[in-house]
């Protein structure tokens, strides 16, 4: 069995989903960046009534906010990215994988018909599906050939 | 509306004084150009004289147009340039058996193979006059120096056949004394659509005074020198009676008479690179005027055609999005560096061994699969090539540079180069963004994450999917032996890589 094989066998559900926080989309940016800090996460899925209205990642703070300390009491919504690519909870993996490369993006939040959110696909979802795959390698074993900086010089 | 231009000789005639010895042949072949300038009827702003080093290369100087003495051999390159930036000009190369087929050997080729529109001008004398006597590339076997007291044991390079060679397309030989021939074949040069190249036979009065005695002396050159007419019979000698007849071995002398007619003699074909490699190698009679005439496209042509052509396809292109798409870096300041380490902690301990167990329990994949994963390593994955900071610069321009290339990490590096520390967009995330820090006053090194895991570029491709499911590094550094930074992987190249190939 290859990979790809491996993952149009298994729904996307089955996948971890689990890389995400959520956030309402009239909160301010300051509040949003607290709690996806307190979680460690780093794309919040922005809701309105419970449904999904946009997504709001680390990319947008590098890109919108970082240098901008007036954004911080705006609301998130004028920040989010609110046309979100999102899949069917019905899918399989290989479909989230497949659209998440079409649109070029990192996120795919998988959804119920009605809306309301089940998680979010993104690339760590397939590398964890992996991962499971070759745990004694992947997990056990400490690699033994990365490299730390050093405070020796090299070279000079 | 183009009026015609009348120039003179004086017109090309600067202030300077000219600083040939007494008696040099470079004062005539000067005086040829300044009068054969005129002729062409180009404007004086158009005519540019370009030179390397030599006596010969202080020919700019005199020549009251535009003109550079530029580098040693690099005259053809530079000459190169000016054509192509701007085909209307008439560019004239001088330089001297050394510049030209020493120093400069390999630039005069590739101005043949292109076949740049250019004039070259190579003084032929056999030796190095500037620097008081000492072997060229053209003097012959045997010739004493300063360089080769005992005689020189190197066979000399003859111009018209390296030139032929090249692929110039006018290949022609002078000798300064004999200006009028000189002043045509530099006219004929001058017209010549691709590279013209002219060797001058000239005499260095000093250090290699008479090397062409034998032809260029009134006695002597009747009967020695083979002055070619296109379509005319090679015929030579004082009284005409000597001609070229084909023979085995190229060329063979005959006299005409009883057993020779003129209608046996050979006749010049200018467009024949067969005869001009046969003239070529003829020291009697020496072969003088037009030996190879062909018409080729020129370089200017070809780039400006290809020009012309890819912007109708693809529109005029924008260098600096060019400039900044790809495969830029930060040069750092030199200087001492104090890293504050911050020691991350073991992956060991952070494993969860429950979840192993669980997953242990699990049926493997197939074997086969396996191997092949165990196999691939991170330069299978073709690592993108790092946009790297120094330590010492600013936050606000780590900032510019991530937006500029959209790049979600950055890595630093110290002074010599080693990986020292990362910048990602979860740390401006986490550590920046509504602190109320201040980009400018803020430096890198401050910043940055120090110490950051990084592999080999031969680590297994499974070791960075363990950093990346374990630690849920989004990117990993790839370091070369001396932990300089190679490459960066991002989850997502690893996954579409994986998906791929597996």
Known sequence: MDLIAGLKQESVIKMNLADYCTAEADASVKDVLAAMNAQHCHNALILRGGKLAGIFTDRDVLMKIADNPETLDKPVSDFMTSEVVTISKAATAADALALMSLKHVRNIPVVEDDGSIVGNFTHFSVLDFLAEKFPDVTLTHYPNSFRRFSRRRHGG | ?502
């Open chain 2, 1 to 502: 509306m183009a009026t015609e231009i009348k120039l003179t000789r004086k017109d090309f005639m600067s202030d300077q004084t000219v600083r040939w010895c007494p008696g040099c042949g470079d004062y005539a072949i000067l005086a040829t150009v300044q009068k054969t300038f005129p002729r062409l009827g180009i404007p004086k702003e158009n005519f540019v004289v370009v030179s390397g080093i030599g006596c010969s290369s202080r020919f700019p100087y005199y020549m009251d147009t535009y003109g550079i003495h530029s580098i040693h051999g690099r005259a053809p390159t530079l000459a190169t340039g000016i054509k192509l930036s701007n085909p209307e000009l008439s560019v004239w190369v001088i330089t001297g058996d050394g510049d030209a087929l020493s120093i400069g050997g390999n630039h005069i080729l590739h101005a043949g193979r292109r076949n740049v529109d250019l004039n070259i001008l190579l003084f032929n004398n056999r030796i190095y006059g500037l620097t008081k006597g000492q072997l060229s590339p053209t003097s012959p076997v045997g010739t004493r120096t300063k360089s080769s007291p005992y005689g020189s044991i190197e066979r000399p390079l003859n111009p018209v056949e390296v030139a032929l060679a090249s692929g110039a397309t006018y290949v022609a030989r002078t000798i300064d004394v004999l200006q009028k021939e000189m002043g045509e074949i530099m006219y004929q040069g001058a017209l010549h659509k691709g590279l013209s190249f002219t060797e001058i036979m000239q005499n260095c009065v000093i250090f290699n005074n008479g090397a062409w005695f034998d032809y260029s002396d009134r006695s002597k050159r009747a009967d020695n020198d083979l002055f070619l007419e296109a379509g005319k019979p090679m015929i030579f000698g004082k009284n005409k009676d000597k001609g070229l007849v084909h023979s085995d071995n190229g060329f063979k002398v005959v006299e005409i008479g009883d057993e020779y007619s003129i209608e046996d003699i050979a006749v010049h074909d200018p467009t024949s690179l067969d005869n001009a490699f046969l003239l070529s190698q003829l020291t009697y009679p020496l072969p003088l005027g037009i030996i190879y005439q062909v018409t080729k496209p020129t370089y200017c042509e070809g780039m400006w055609g290809q020009i012309e052509q890819v912007k109708a396809q693809k529109g005029v292109g924008d260098l600096n999005a060019l400039y900044r798409s790809a495969d830029t870096w930060t040069v750092v300041e030199e200087g001492e560096l104090e890293i504050k380490a911050e020691v991350r902690g073991d992956v060991e301990s952070n494993l969860d061994e429950a979840y192993v167990d669980e997953v242990l329990g699990r049926e493997p994949l197939e074997a086969d699969l396996a191997e092949q994963l165990s196999g691939l390593t991170l330069y299978d994955l073709n690592p993108k090539a790092p946009i790297t900071i120094g330590p010492t610069a600013r936050m606000d321009h780590a900032l510019y540079l991530m937006r500029e290339h959209r790049i979600g990490a950055l890595l630093v590096v110290a002074p010599d180069r080693h990986l020292t520390g990362i910048i990602t967009e979860v740390d401006i995330q986490e550590r920046l963004a509504g602190t109320g820090m201040k980009l400018h006053d803020v430096t890198v090194q401050e910043f940055m994450t120090p110490q950051p895991v990084a592999l080999p570029l031969d680590a297994s491709v499974l070791e960075a999917v363990h950093f990346m499911t374990s630690k849920r590094f989004r990117h990993l550094p790839v370091v070369d032996d001396t932990l300089r930074p190679v490459g960066v992987i991002s989850s997502r190249d690893l996954v579409e890589y994986l998906v791929k190939h597996l």
